[in-house]
């Protein structure tokens, strides 16, 4: 066996592709540079002689990459618009002024000796009129997307070129934040699966948690995933801050100001209470420094007791009705099953090592993702579970110094941190923006997936520095993306609607290049699945008879019961 024989079984698939490319005839001169304002230049397309060409033209047409050279660099460009401003009618033989618009996105530059380098963001040295705009080779689409020098995942291919692979870029991808958008079906959560299960099958020490919204991702990773199911999910009421405690327990009536400083009194209190029966080791002094926010141990028990001592008080603030709500919600919480993973006793124990451990994989013990199954978690408490856990994490993130990288995957994000005002998502609201402002310094992270980017909160959305763009219909939602990415490219947005499933334009600082690709296809075993499985196929078989009536509203009545 030859050395070069060797040497080519030893490539991977797309290195085999990108030499083939490289070995591919040259690209001509096809345009020259007519206009340059900003990021942008116009360039005439000019009349081929195929006999005199010396070279290859492939087709021209939107998000195909071309280069303009200049003294300095190959400046690269996408295309991002095409017209002919006086079409000639049907003489097809009558020349025509065909223009293509150019979004520059970067420049690759060369050695002494005319050897290409490097690809870099942004552009120094801009064309100047009369400057040829030409096709890029396979050498320079290695050097543009390869990234050899950088941390990178394979997710699928370039639209265009389907020899070339689509390269996310990890440390700017997970370290800044991203958004995958697109309408239902046109497959998000197949997105988001390839882009795990890339990360997962290069990094077995990951850190990921996956807010699961609809039950999707329960068997998208295998046994690399630990499944917490509202069954065995737990997570104290003690953990909840203050804010988040009122949101659960205080209602919004009139009421709302007295049960509020009612609430604080009697968790403050407790805590206090709590504190002074612990074990003599601890100077009962050092609970002065105990607040309402602090994630410290009390009863519930000794909450309602608070509140029915203070009911039977003359000298008291308020009357009795704000006492006597407050201690209705707490043991209506109490003794529902729905919440019992929250409120389910009165006694409470120290799991605080235990239940940061199992939801963030410390250690991970081969299981370095989390999918949460948030689905059957009551809608009045669903945000307060969210704030929950994004506040965990990121205090976390904070008080390890960031020795604990980890990603936040946060399906139907719109549901819990909409665009709107409404004090309830408040709290929720604020533990994500936290996170979308800060996190990056203590490494923690936010993967931002919706359906409807116009309802998303904009503070939260704009800090993403990767948009991951499906198919997106309508105008709103479009809008909303061009005007929270910053990217040269932003005219590739357009084509949203045009977008077929599987199919994305990906912009930002997560890529090496704004980049229309196609994701890899996921095996069944492992593609998100919706509970249900289509009209026609369950309208052709027997569907639910009486027993399972039975069963489906025993078990509707009795969630949660077996916690």
């Not at 607040?291 to 008291?316: I, Y």
């Not at 409120?343 to 124990?349: C, I, L, Q």
Request: aromatic share 6%; net charge negative.
């Amino acid at each position: 066996m030859t050395m070069n024989r060797l040497a080519n079984i030893l490539l991977t698939p797309s290195e085999r592709a990108l030499e083939a490319a490289v070995k591919a005839p040259q690209p001509i001169r096809f345009g020259h540079v007519v206009s340059v304002t900003g990021i942008q230049a116009v360039a005439v397309l000019e009349r081929l002689d195929p006999a005199n060409s010396g070279g290859t033209v492939g087709r021209i047409e939107i998000g195909s990459l071309v280069k303009i050279p200049t003294p300095f660099a190959s400046v690269i460009g996408i295309i991002s618009g095409m017209s002919t401003p006086m079409p000639s009618g049907i003489d097809e033989k009558a020349d025509e002024l065909s223009l293509i618009e150019i979004s520059l996105a970067g420049e690759i530059y060369n050695d002494d000796g005319g050897r290409k380098l490097r690809f870099t963001r942004g552009v120094a040295h801009f064309p100047t009129i009369g400057d040829a705009v030409m096709p890029v080779t396979g050498e320079e689409l290695s050097i543009v997307y390869r990234q050899p020098q950088a941390a990178t995942i394979d997710v699928g291919t370039l639209y265009q070129d389907s020899t070339v692979p689509a390269l996310f870029l990890i440390d700017e991808l997970f370290g800044k934040h991203f958004i995958v958008v697109g309408t239902t079906g046109s497959g998000k959560s197949s997105a988001v699966t390839c882009i795990l299960s890339q990360v997962l099958i290069q990094h077995h020490s990951a850190h990921i948690v996956v807010l699961d919204i609809h039950n999707e991702y329960a068997r998208a990773f295998g046994n690399k995933a630990e499944l917490i199911t509202p069954g065995n999910l737990r997570l104290p009421f003690w953990l909840l801050n203050f804010q988040e405690l009122c949101a659960a327990l205080t209602g919004t009536d009139g009421n709302h100001d007295a049960e509020v400083e009612i609430l604080s009194e009697a968790i403050l209190a407790s805590k206090r209470r709590y504190f002074e029966m612990q074990s003599g080791r601890i100077r009962r002094v050092e609970g002065a420094g105990i607040t309402v926010d602090t994630p410290s141990l009390f009863r519930l028990a000794d909450v309602t007791a608070f509140l029915d001592e203070q009911v039977g008080k003359l000298d008291r603030a308020h009357g009795t009705l704000p006492y006597r709500r407050l201690r209705t919600r707490i043991d209506a919480l109490v003794s529902d099953p729905r919440y019992g993973f929250m409120f389910g006793s009165y006694t409470v124990e120290d799991t605080m090592v235990d239940v940061l451990s199992r939801i963030f994989r410390v250690p991970n013990e081969g299981r370095p993702i989390t999918v949460i199954d948030l689905a059957s978690v009551p809608a009045e408490i669903l945000d307060i579970v969210i704030s929950l856990l994004a506040r965990l994490a990121f205090d976390l993130a904070v008080w390890s110094e960031g020795t604990l990288p980890m990603l936040i995957v946060c399906e139907e994000a719109h549901r819990y941190a909409p665009a709107n005002t409404t004090d309830r998502f408040l709290p929720t609201r604020q533990a994500l923006a936290r996170i979308a402002k800060e996190g990056r310094k203590y490494g923690v992270s936010l993967a931002l997936v919706t359906q409807r980017p116009s309802e998303l909160d904009t503070t939260i959305i704009s800090q993403c520095s990767t948009a991951i763009a499906l198919r997106l219909t309508t105008d709103r939602d479009q809008e909303v993306m061009r005007a929270n990415t910053h990217d040269s490219a932003l005219d590739l947005l357009a084509y949203l609607p045009l977008l077929g499933d599987r199919e994305a334009i990906v912009l930002g600082q997560g890529v090496p290049m704004p980049m229309r690709i196609r994701f890899h296809p996921i095996d069944d075993n492992g593609l998100p699945k919706s509970r249900h499985e289509g009209f026609s196929k369950s309208w052709k078989e027997n569907g639910m008879d009486r027993r399972k009536l039975e069963e489906t509203v025993a078990r509707w009545r009795y969630a949660g019961r077996q916690r």
